[in-house]
């Protein structure tokens, strides 16, 4: 199968998911909030779920895509990789921070990340980060563009 044909079945999938979740009474804003949470809702440094949204709104507009299907784009979020969708907003609505990714999502995005468009846990070595330029440290998440 080429990349084209596998970029078209995961769209497809992407718009499967998002139409499952919206009549379990899920929207495309959990996605999103979810994300953040699921990736870092456990990192109380400030402004650190607002900078992971900012790397999925900077993935958005580069790539002409919705910001929930960024985040559910094969291998982007590692929260993503194995689990379940349902399971994982409904783990993420339980979350104390719940309700501030939901703010979040909402607002504008302001520019904690400089940029950014990828990102990782300092504990991470991926292979791609030593192609790109780090924009800032929050936390313990390293941003790159």
Excluded at 48 to 66: F, Q, W
Excluded at 101 to 116: M, P, Q, R, Y
Aim: hydrophobic share 45%; aromatic share 10%; net charge positive.
């Amino acid at each position: 199968m080429n990349y084209r044909t596998m970029e078209v079945i995961t769209y497809i999938l992407i718009m499967l998911v998002a139409f499952v979740a919206a009549g379990r009474g899920q929207t495309p804003s959990d996605i999103v909030a979810a994300t953040l949470i699921l990736e870092a809702g456990g990192e109380y440094a400030s402004g650190s779920m607002e900078a992971v949204h900012e790397v999925i709104i900077n993935r958005s507009l580069k790539r002409s895509l919705t910001p929930w299907d960024v985040c559910l784009e094969y291998k982007q979020f590692s929260c993503w990789n194995t689990m379940d969708l349902a399971r994982g907003i409904a783990i993420a609505q339980r979350h104390p921070r719940w309700r501030s990714a939901k703010v979040i999502v909402a607002s504008d995005v302001t520019n904690h990340t400089l940029g950014a468009d990828h990102y990782h846990a300092n504990y991470c070595e991926p292979y791609w980060a030593k192609h790109m330029t780090v924009t800032v440290v929050i936390g313990r998440h390293i941003f790159y563009r």
